[in-house]
C-alpha cells in the first residue's frame, strides 16, 4: 500500500508572500521539504483508533518522539475556513499549544472539535481504500496501538505533468512486507486503487496561545486528583473556557468520575473537547453514565466511545434507554453499534423521525442490508444527500436495487455504501460513479429544481 501529499496549485503564490507567510508554513515544510524526506522512513503507524484517527510520524517509534526540521517546536497554524469535516483530513499532532514537532494523524471521519486547536494541513484526495485497511488493522485496546507492526516505508517527492509536485508515502504491513518485497516502489501512476492521495494547504496563519502559570485553584485540582500541572496547563490553554470554572465544578466533575470508575487523567482529556461536562449536575453525569453502562457495550468499549464522542455524556438521560434499543435493530453486534455512534454521534441527538426516514430509504428504496448501514457513515447526512447520490448513481447505471427474487448470496454489484454516503464530491463522482465532479455538479443543480418542483404544495411540519 502507498499514499501521496499533492500539493495545491496556488503553490505559485508562496514567492510573492514569502515574508508574509515564512514562520507561518511550518506544517507543511516541516513534513514535505526535501531535507526531511528520509526522516519518516519506517516510522510505525502507532495510534490508530477506528473512527476517529491513524496517526504516525515518530522515528522513534513509541509515539513520545519526534521533531521538526528546526530542531524544535513550532508554531500552530490555524486558518477558520479550515475544518476536520470529512474523512481523511490531515493535521499535525501535538501536546498542547504550540507544541507541534514531526507527528501527524489522518481522521477516519468528520472531527469537528479538532478545528482550530490541530493545524490542518491536508486532505486525502484519492485512494481511501488504503485508509480504510488502516482502519480495519487490529490493535492492543489499551493503547491504541496496531498488533501488527505497519509502517510509513519512505516519503519521496515525484512529478508528473497532471499533478505537479507529489510527495509519496509508502505504507507497508511488515509482515506482508516479506511476501511483497519487490512489488512496493514499482508503481508508475498515483491513480491506482492503492494509492492514497493527501492535497495540502499551503497558505495558514499562526496563531499564539498564551502560556498562563497555573492559577491556584488548578494547583488544587492537580494535587487533589493526582494530575501533572503542566498537563492541566495545556488543557486550560486549549480552552480557555476552562479557566472561568469555578474549583467547585471541577472538584465535583472529577470526584464524579472517579467515583464511576474514570481516572483523572482520561476524565480531563473529555474535557478537551466537551469543556461543558464540568457544568453538567452531578446527578445528570451519573445518571448518563449509568444509562451508557446499562448498554453493554463493555468497559473498554465505552471509554473508546466516549474518548472519540464526549458529546454523548450530553445526550438527555430518557433519550439513551430509547434509542439505543432502536439501534441494536440494525445489528446484533456490539462493536457495530460502537463504531455506529462513534462515526455518527449525532443519531443521538437528531429527531428521531428523521433519522427513522434515513434507515427506512436505505433499506426499503437502496435495499441497503444493515451492516452495510452500521459500517457506514450515512445515518450522519441527511436525508436529502443520500437520495442525490443514490439518483446519481442509478442515472448513470452504477446502481440498480436488488430484487426479491435475486439470491441473498449473491454479490452486490452495486457500490458499499461507505462509498456512496462516507466520501468527498470529488472521489464519489469520479471513483465511485466513474463520471467526472463537473457533471455531479450539474446534476446536483438539476436534482435541488427538481425537489423544489415536488415541494411546491408541501408544508415542512416537521420539528426538533
Not at 146 to 170: A, D, G, Q, S, W
Amino acid at each position: 500500500m502507498y499514499t501521496g501529499f499533492k500539493e495545491d496549485d496556488d503553490n505559485q503564490n508562496e514567492e510573492e508572500h514569502g515574508q508574509e507567510q515564512g514562520e507561518s508554513l511550518g506544517a507543511r515544510e516541516g513534513i514535505l521539504t526535501g531535507t526531511v524526506i528520509n526522516y519518516y522512513n519506517g516510522c510505525l503507524f502507532h495510534r490508530n483508533i477506528k473512527g476517529f484517527i491513524v496517526q504516525t510520524g515518530d522515528p522513534t517509534h513509541t509515539g513520545k518522539g519526534g521533531n521538526s526540521i528546526w530542531g524544535k517546536k513550532f508554531e500552530d497554524e490555524f486558518k477558520e475556513e479550515l475544518k476536520h469535516n470529512a474523512r481523511g483530513m490531515v493535521s499535525m499532532a501535538n501536546n498542547g499549544p504550540n507544541t507541534n514537532a514531526s507527528q501527524f494523524f489522518i481522521t477516519y471521519s468528520p472531527q469537528p472539535h479538532l478545528d482550530l486547536k490541530y493545524t490542518l494541513f491536508g486532505k486525502v484526495i484519492d485512494g481511501f481504500d488504503t485508509l480504510d485497511e488502516l482502519e480495519k488493522l487490529p490493535i492492543n485496546p489499551k493503547n491504541y496501538k496496531p498488533l501488527t507492526e505497519t509502517r510509513l516505508n519512505r516519503l519521496i517527492k515525484t512529478y508528473t505533468p497532471i499533478m505537479h509536485h507529489v510527495r509519496k508515502v509508502f505504507v507497508h504491513n511488515s509482515r506482508w512486507m516479506t511476501q511483497h518485497q519487490g512489488q512496493l516502489g514499482l508503481k508508475k501512476s498515483i491513480s491506482t486503487s492503492s494509492n492514497l492521495s493527501v492535497s495540502t494547504n499551503d497558505k495558514t496563519l499562526a496563531t499564539h496561545l498564551s502560556q498562563n502559570p497555573l492559577p491556584a485553584y488548578l494547583t488544587k485540582v492537580s494535587e487533589n486528583f493526582g494530575l501533572d500541572a503542566n498537563t492541566l496547563l495545556k488543557a486550560v490553554d486549549s480552552v480557555p473556557s476552562l479557566s472561568k470554572m469555578a474549583i467547585s465544578h471541577w472538584e465535583q466533575y472529577f470526584t464524579n468520575m472517579y467515583r464511576n470508575g474514570f481516572d483523572p487523567k482520561f476524565s480531563l482529556s473529555l474535557l478537551s473537547t466537551n469543556p461543558d461536562l464540568l457544568k453538567m449536575k452531578s446527578q445528570d453525569l451519573s445518571e448518563s453514565l449509568q444509562h451508557w453502562r446499562n448498554c453493554q457495550f463493555g468497559e473498554d468499549s465505552l471509554k473508546t466511545l466516549l474518548a472519540m464522542c464526549p458529546i454523548l455524556l450530553s445526550v438527555h438521560v430518557k433519550e439513551i434507554p430509547q434509542r439505543i434499543p432502536k439501534l441494536k435493530y440494525l445489528s446484533s453486534t456490539k462493536r457495530n453499534i460502537v463504531n455506529l455512534l462513534g462515526s455518527c454521534p449525532s443519531v443521538m441527538f437528531e429527531n428521531w423521525k428523521r433519522v427513522e426516514s434515513k434507515i427506512e430509504y436505505l433499506s426499503k428504496t437502496m435495499k441497503v442490508e444493515n451492516v452495510q448501514i452500521v459500517k457506514s457513515r450515512a445515518l450522519a447526512c441527511s436525508l436529502d444527500d443520500i437520495k442525490l447520490r443514490h439518483v446519481f448513481l442509478e442515472r448513470c447505471g452504477k446502481y440498480v436495487a436488488p430484487s426479491a427474487k435475486v439470491d441473498p448470496m449473491e454479490p452486490s454489484k452495486n457500490p458499499p455504501l461507505y462509498m456512496i454516503t462516507d466520501s468527498e464530491d470529488k472521489y464519489f463522482a469520479t471513483k465511485v460513479a466513474g463520471l467526472s465532479l463537473e457533471e455531479f455538479e450539474v446534476f446536483t443543480e438539476m436534482f435541488a429544481e427538481e425537489d423544489d418542483d415536488d415541494d411546491d404544495d408541501f408544508t415542512d411540519t416537521d420539528s426538533d
